[in-house]
């Protein structure tokens, strides 16, 4: 079995895909010849050929755009925006068009469209590319939104995506494009979209995060374990659909709960999952929902970075916090 890292697991289910599906066809900015910026598509160029794999101008707009047609008579699209911070030049065409594209048809047209993009900070890129920009995507109905966290989950829900009627926005954490390793099968498989995942399981405590902040979470998991707490992880995978019964579940179970994600705390990701445990776990909480997230800021360049991406020691404060209350 292949021992892939996450931007190779993507790459390996894009080549799948294309190979099952005629339908399939690749879009982007430089994810032909160049392979993508982060080589998530290279060699399907040699592969698949031209007519699979296209080049596309640098029109955010444009991409989108075509690639709505294309999922409209009967292709299935998988598109890259380069960075999650250039979607802004298309959000036209993914909230007015491609989400609304069953409603308005009646049905009788689906966009079975799939807009990969790097998301996050952590790499020191220049401004417009560390962007967490999932609520914005999840606020809309018609869109569904995909976080993968590990290679494994990676192929698998890109492959579900893939194979959905709808449009899939997939966000890909840049940060741990090549941070480890995971075996992953050749064959192809699909990971449910709107099921998370539950990493560890536990008694004390629920542990909330998605994307990039799973390894992080798991960081912090580690130290509490070492102190005697029993946390129970969970990797939600998707925001959209939101699996808010394995959420629940855990936190009637453990009665403590703190949600980690990147973007900014504001009208966020976290701000649903807390409305949800307040909603439908109120009486077992035995202290107040915690959230680590972003600072509701721009992200700041270089070193500065760092510090506003939350940390280990930010998650297990807020871990330590909520035992002790």
Same mark, same amino acid.
């Given at each position: 079995?292949?021992? *892939? ?6 790459? %390996?289910?894009? $080549? ?12 982007? @900015? ?29 029109? !955010? ?30 959000? %036209? ?10 409603? $308005? ?33 999840? &606020? ?22 893939? &194979? ?17 390793? @995971? ?41 509490? @374990? ?18 808010? %019964? ?18 900014? $705390? ?5 701000? !649903? ?31 500065? !970075? ?16 909520? *035992?002790?209350?």
């Amino acid at each position: 079995m292949p021992h *892939l890292t996450l931007v190779q697991a993507i790459n %390996d289910a894009l $080549r799948v895909a294309l190979d099952q599906d005629s339908r399939v066809v690749i879009m982007g @900015q430089d994810v032909g010849v160049d392979g993508g910026v982060f080589r998530a598509t290279e060699g399907l160029l040699e592969a698949f050929g031209s007519e699979r794999v296209i080049d596309a101008p640098l029109s !955010e707009a444009g991409i989108v755009g075509t690639s709505i047609g294309m999922a409209a008579y009967g292709l299935r699209p998988v598109s890259e925006i380069q960075f999650s911070g250039f979607m802004p030049m298309a959000f %036209d065409q993914i909230v007015c068009h491609a989400a609304r594209l069953r409603w $308005r048809s009646r049905g009788r047209y689906t966009c079975p469209l799939v807009l990969r993009a790097p998301y996050g900070a952590g790499i020191h890129p220049p401004e417009h590319h560390s962007e967490s920009p999932e609520a914005y995507y999840a &606020h809309t109905p018609g869109l569904k939104v995909v976080m993968p966290a590990t290679p494994y989950d990676a192929k698998g829900l890109l492959l579900a995506a893939i &194979h959905d009627p709808d449009p899939v926005i997939f966000l890909e954490p840049k940060r741990i494009y090549r941070a480890s390793r @995971q075996d992953v099968p050749e064959e192809r498989y699909e990971i449910p979209l709107g099921r998370a995942a539950v990493v560890h399981e536990g008694t004390d405590v629920t542990l909330v995060a998605f994307g990039a902040m799973v390894s992080v979470a798991q960081r912090a998991f580690e130290r509490a @374990q070492r102190v005697g707490s029993s946390v129970e992880l969970i990797d939600l995978r998707t925001v959209r659909p939101l699996d808010a %019964d394995t959420v629940i579940a855990s936190v009637t179970k453990t009665g403590r709960c703190v949600v980690v994600q990147e973007a900014p $705390r504001a009208a966020s990701v976290a701000s !649903e999952l807390l409305s949800l445990v307040h909603e439908r776990a109120f009486d077992a909480l035995k202290a107040p929902v915690e959230r680590v997230c972003g600072f509701d800021t721009c992200v700041p360049l270089l070193t500065l !970075e760092d510090h506003y991406v939350p940390s280990s020691d930010r998650i297990f404060a807020a871990l330590q916090r909520t *035992l002790a209350f």
